[in-house]
């Protein structure tokens, strides 16, 4: 027989206080003022029934849910990606420390947010990867919750590393190395803006240096290994590079593969850098030189970010935190 649940009646009676002041204690309602004393004798009281106010009326006497939603712009974030998993792991690590619950969703799923935000279910959200266009993005904006961006945005609180330098930081590193015809992989279509700003930060470095960063040069994967290992393939057609920049990591290892199909070493015939500095990259064959994007110190921050401002009863700065990337120099770059 299942045991019983303990009530608040049972708090009540043992603390020798009302029921509406056990709610007042435990829901944690603000602006209502208990004794210390009276506060004690109440929690001492659920703690030895082992007593915990049910979620629906802690948010009747908070009127909030204390919980947020996080939108993941790319459904196949979750699938290939490992970046999303050490970002959401940072967030429900921070949300959890507050006292907050977690929910994710696919960013084109805009009308579950909208079922989420209307039944009150969710405080604020937290989106991951901006897209530029058709992202369902301006349908959260009009939801009316405070909203943190992990990407680039120009109209709302964001965290984020400079992608343009961070690439040029990549690519200057291959040309200090000797490298002069330098292809690139976006891991993503460019309407995707972090793609886009790594592009731009390839082509402007190796523009500067009187390189060729023409079409030929340049292909757009599909956030799979498998895409970047045929986007190689399509540049290794047409060109001979002798480095490929690829916009993360999963791609990396894909061009990688290509590379040894085409029967190339690496990094003799043609170097290899990515973007993330994921946990594998460090165990690829050779072991990968990339871009260290600090995933977790980002997540962290943004779930930081939203939840200070839910406290305060007010919309996140719009401004940009920028968080440095790092160069992790491994045998793929010679």
Known sequence: MRPKRPTSF????????SRSTVSVVLNGTEGVTIAEQTRERVLKAAESLGYVPSYAARQLA??????????????????VDAYIPQALYAINEAAVARDYDVIVEYLGRTDAFETLAKGRQIDGLIVVGEKRRGSGLETLKGLGLPLVVIGPSSDQASVDVDNRVATTRAVEHLQQKGRKRLAYIAYAPTEDGSSRERVEGWRQAVEAAGGDASEAWFEVANFTAESGRLA????????QPDAIVCGNDMIAFGAMTALREQGMTIPDDVAVTGFDDIPLAAHAVPPLTTMRLP??????????????????????????????ASLIERESSG
Do not use: F, N
């Not at 049972?10 to 206080?17: D, L, M, N, P, S």
């Not at 908070?62 to 699938?79: M, N, P, Q």
């Not at 190689?232 to 060109?239: D, G, Q, S």
């Open 10 to 17: 049972e708090v009540a009676r043992i603390a020798g206080v």
């Open 62 to 79: 908070s009127g909030r849910s204390r919980t947020i939603g996080v939108a993941i712009s790319y459904s196949e974030y979750l699938k």
């Open 232 to 239: 190689a393939l399509r540049i290794l057609h047409r060109v």
């Open 295 to 324: 995933a977790e110190p980002m997540g962290r921050e943004a779930a930081t970010c939203l939840i200070d401002a839910l406290e305060q009863d007010s919309e996140p700065a719009v401004s940009a935190q920028v968080v440095p």
